[in-house]
């Protein structure tokens, strides 16, 4: 497939992103490769300022995902970045309270991750969770701030604060 057509001439690609979509169906839901595909291709879209159809395909690599992990999709790390890849489009649409919901949503996610490999003491796996945790803390303060709301954003300013004081003390527990 050439990608220049599909993000220079997104009218001509229509039967390819078609095809692609067809494709991706008959693929086992055993795998993240259709998850994989339509993420890179929501990345592709996004970084040429094609927000509305990059929006399309986040929420299709996160069905994607729901297909493949079925009720326990939001147990996964990859469905918190297709969420937080979904609030960043909705923002930049400047559709706030899309934004908001998928920035809160991810937030629960993760920190439903992070609890859980707190739990199983893998600082491997808990180190990135908390440093995304406290990135989208951060959004969700700056696009809270943009809306007046002050006292709320403080709140998710403190929230990314806490999680970067936990990521430094398990980044010293591992030095020691």
Do not use: W
């Amino acid at each position: 497939m050439d990608l220049y057509l599909t993000i220079e001439q997104p009218v001509q690609c229509e039967q390819i992103i078609q095809t692609l979509e067809d494709r991706l169906e008959k693929i086992s839901n055993e795998d993240d490769y259709a998850f994989s595909i339509m993420n890179e291709l929501a990345n592709l879209l996004r970084k040429h300022d094609n927000l509305e159809l990059a929006s399309q395909f986040y929420k299709k690599a996160l069905l994607c995902i729901k297909r493949r992990y079925k009720t326990d999709y939001l147990n996964h790390e990859s469905t918190s970045k297709v969420l937080i890849n979904i609030a960043t489009v909705s923002y930049l649409l400047q559709n706030i309270p899309e934004a908001l919901k998928y920035y809160n949503h991810a937030i629960e996610i993760l920190g439903k991750i992070s609890g859980s490999q707190r739990a199983l003491s893998n600082p491997s796996q808990l180190l990135p969770l908390l440093s995304e945790e406290g990135k989208v803390h951060m959004s969700l303060a700056n696009l809270l701030k943009e809306l007046g709301e002050y006292s709320k954003a403080n709140s998710h300013i403190s929230t990314a604060l806490l999680k970067l004081q936990a990521y430094g003390d398990e980044v010293e527990e591992i030095d020691n």
